[in-house]
C-alpha cells in the first residue's frame, strides 16, 4: 500500500485514519491512500512569512534560473514520474504528454523570464505617459509580486504537467504555492514535488503540498492571495461562491468544463490533406489520455456531405485501436482514470444518447476489472435541435459528429458550447479561416488551424502551448493561464507610479526622459557592462551635415529619393523645407559621433528600437548626439545588453530622431 504525504511547512506529513482510497485504474484495485487534517494557517503562515520574502528577495532571473534548474533536475527523473504514472492508466506516449510537457512548459516560461523580464524585482508594464505639459510629472505602469500564496487546485488528467504549468509562472513572478492535486493522481504529483525539493533549488516555503482536502484554507486567504483551479464547472461554480474569496476579492482563476469542436472546413474532399489531418487528429483527441483532457474534441462538426465518409474513416481508425494494460507497447489507448470516473463517462453517453446516436464503440465490452472503455463515436443529424449535445461534457473517450450547411452554421454550432478552451479548423481557404475567427474568436480560448502547409509542424488541436494563452470565456471559466508573461503578471499587482522622471528612474531601474543624467568619466564604450551605470550619459561635439555630405550618400547607397536630390520637388512636399538629409545619414553620422572605434568591452551593435525621425536636417545644420544608458539586461556570465537612449539634436537643441540602441557588452 503507497501512502501519500503531504508537505506542509517544510516536513512530511503522513496520511490519517481518515485518508481516502486510491484505485489503480488498470487493476481496478485499491493501492494507494491520501489526505490528513492539516494545519492550514501553519502553511499559509509558512508561506507568507518564509517562502514570499525568499522569493521576493530574488530578481526575476535569479528565480527563471531557478525554474530552468529545477526543470532540468526533473528531466533527469523522468523515468520515476513514467512508471508510477502507470497506475492512472496512461500509456507510455500520455505519460510524455504530461511529465515531458510539463518540463517543456517549465523551460519556456524561465526562459521568457531571461529574455522578456529583468534583473530587477520590478517589471516595467508599458511605456511612460506624460502627465504634465513640460514632462516633469510623468506615470507609468509597473508590477511587483503579490505579498500572499498561490493555491492551486489541480485536476486528475495531468498530474504533472497540470501542477508545472501554473507553477511556473507563479514561481518566476515571485509568489509561493500550495498544490492541492486531485487525490486520484496525488501520488505521482507527490513524487514530482519531492523531486523538486529533494534538489535544493527552492527556498524554504516556496512549495507546500496538499494530498487529500484543504480543510478550510480557502476560509484563511486574503486580498493578497489567489486561487487558480482545473476542474468541472460544477466545483468551480461551488469554489467561487465561498464567501471569504468574495468577501476579500480573492483572485480566483478557473479553467473548466470545455465543449471543443473541430471543425472541417467546406474546402476539404474525401481524401484531401485537410480530411484526413481532421480524421487524424479526432481520432488522436478521442484517445490520448482515454479522452480525459480539457482540450480534447468534444464536437466535430463537418460540412453534410462529408459526415458518412469522415465516420467510415474515424471509426476505422477507432477499431484498429488496441485498448489495454498500458504498460503493453502495442498498446494504443489505456484505461480511464477509475471505475468511478468511467461510470461518470457512461451516464453523460446516456444523456447524449437522448440526441444522437452510436456510430462506433460498445460501453459493454469489458476488459478486464480496470477502468477501460472502448472509444465511443456518436452522430446527431439535426444538432441545431439538440441540447444535451452543447452543454454535456462525457469527460473521456467520446466525440459526436455533427453536420454543418455552411461554414456560418458551423461558427454558430461551435459557439453553442458557450465558450471553450479551443476550437480547430481544418481549411486551406484563408478567407474561410478569416470568418470564422470574426464569428467563433469570442467564444473559444484558442482558434487552431491545420493543414497540408502547417501539418508538419503543427503541435496539435489538444495541445496548450505555454507561449500561448491557455483558458477560455463562458462555460470553459472565463480564466487564462499561461501565455508567456501574461501568466506571469496573474500573480503580480499593477501598478499605476506617478512622479518625477527620477523618481521614475529609481524605481523602474530605467532612465526615463527628464531624468538626470551623470556625464561619463571616460567614454561609455570603455566600461564594461558591469562598471556601465543607468544614466551615464556622453554628449557628443557637432557635426555639419553639408550638400556634398547628402549628394555623397545618395550616390553612394542609391537612394535618390526626390526629397534629397530635387530642391523644387522637395519644397512642394509639406513635410520638407527643401533638400534634406537622408534619416540613414543622420543615423550613419550620429553613430560616427559616439562611437569609440578602439576594441574594447562593446562586442556586437544587435538593433535598433522606437526609431523615430522627428525633425528634417537641411544642408548647413549640424547635429550632436547625446548617448545615455538606459537600461542594462545580464544575458551570459560572459557579457550583457545595454539598451541606449540616442537622442541626436541640430544646433537649436531641437531632437531630429531619437532610437533606443542594443549593444552586447562584455562584463568584467
Known sequence: MLHVPSFVAGRWV?????????????????????????????????????????????????RARMLKALALHLRDHRPALY???YHTGATLADHRIDVDGGIGTMLVIASKGRREMPDAQVY????????????????????????GVAVHINAFNFPVWGMLEKLAPTLLAGMPAIV??????????????????????????????????????????????????????????????NPNLMRHSVRFTAEQDSLNASILGTDATEGSAEFDLFVAEAHREMTAKAGQKCTATRRLIVPEAMLDPVARALSERLAATT???????????????????????????????????????????????????????????DPDAAARLHDTEAFGPVSTLMPCRDMEHAAELANRG????VA???????????????????????????????????????APMPHMVHGGPGRAGGGEELGGIRGVLHYMQRTAIQGSPDILAAITGRHTKGATVAPSK???????????????????????????????????????????????????????????????????????????????????????????????????????????????????????????????????????????????????
Request: aromatic share 6%; glycine share 10%; with cysteine.
Open 522 to 668: 571616460t567614454h561609455p564604450f570603455r566600461d564594461t557592462f558591469d562598471d556601465l551605470t543607468v544614466g551615464q550619459s556622453l554628449t557628443t561635439e557637432a557635426r555639419e551635415i553639408t550638400l556634398a555630405d547628402i549628394e555623397h550618400f545618395a550616390d553612394f547607397t542609391g537612394d535618390t529619393f526626390y526629397a534629397h536630390m530635387d530642391q523644387d520637388a522637395a519644397a512642394r512636399n509639406p513635410f520638407f523645407p527643401g533638400r534634406v538629409a537622408h534619416g540613414y545619414l543622420i543615423l550613419s553620422f550620429a553613430a560616427g559621433l559616439f562611437v569609440s572605434p578602439e576594441e574594447g568591452p562593446v562586442l556586437a551593435n544587435t538593433g535598433l528600437d522606437a526609431l523615430r525621425f522627428l525633425a528634417p536636417v537641411s544642408p548647413g545644420d549640424a547635429i550632436r548626439v547625446r548617448l545615455t544608458v538606459k537600461h542594462k539586461t545580464p544575458r551570459t556570465d560572459e557579457y550583457g545588453e545595454i539598451r541606449w537612449d540616442v537622442r541626436v539634436t541640430n544646433q537649436h537643441d531641437e531632437a531630429v530622431a531619437e532610437y533606443d540602441l542594443l549593444t552586447m557588452v562584455a562584463r568584467g
Open 124 to 147: 516595467v508594464d508599458g511605456a511612460v505617459e506624460q502627465l504634465s505639459r513640460d514632462g516633469t510629472f510623468l506615470g507609468r505602469h509597473v508590477c511587483t509580486p503579490l505579498h
Open 180 to 241: 492541492k492535486p486531485a487525490t486520484a493522481t496525488c501520488y505521482v504529483t507527490e513524487t514530482c514535488v519531492r523531486i523538486m525539493l529533494d534538489s535544493g533549488l527552492l527556498p524554504d516555503g516556496a512549495l507546500q503540498l496538499v494530498a487529500g482536502g484543504l480543510g478550510d484554507m480557502l476560509d484563511r486567504l486574503g486580498a493578497q492571495d489567489a486561487v487558480a483551479f482545473t476542474g468541472s464547472a460544477a466545483t468551480a461554480l461551488k469554489l467561487r461562491a
Open 83 to 85: 512508471e508510477l504514472s
Open 14 to 62: 503522513d496520511p490519517d485514519a481518515d485518508a481516502r482510497p486510491i484505485e489503480d485504474a488498470v487493476t481496478g484495485q485499491v493501492f494507494a491512500r491520501a489526505g490528513a487534517a492539516l494545519d492550514a494557517a501553519e502553511m499559509l503562515d509558512h508561506a507568507r512569512d518564509v517562502g514570499g520574502p525568499a522569493l521576493r528577495a530574488m530578481t526575476f532571473h535569479d
Open 323 to 381: 485498448i489495454g494494460d498500458p504498460r503493453d507497447k502495442a498498446t494504443g489507448m489505456g484505461a480511464l482514470v477509475s471505475n468511478a470516473q468511467k461510470r461518470d463517462v457512461l451516464d453523460k453517453v446516456a444523456t447524449l444518447s437522448r440526441e444522437a446516436t452510436r456510430v462506433w464503440g460498445d460501453p459493454e465490452v469489458r476488459f478486464g476489472e480496470g477502468a477501460f472503455l472502448q472509444p465511443i463515436l456518436m452522430r446527431c443529424d
Open 418 to 421: 458557450e465558450g471553450s478552451l
Open 424 to 462: 480547430s479548423v481544418f481549411t486551406r481557404n484563408g478567407a474561410l479561416a478569416r470568418r470564422l475567427t470574426l464569428a467563433s474568436a469570442a467564444f473559444h480560448g484558442r482558434l487552431y488551424f491545420n493543414n497540408r502547409d502547417s501539418a508538419a509542424e503543427a503541435t496539435g488541436h489538444g
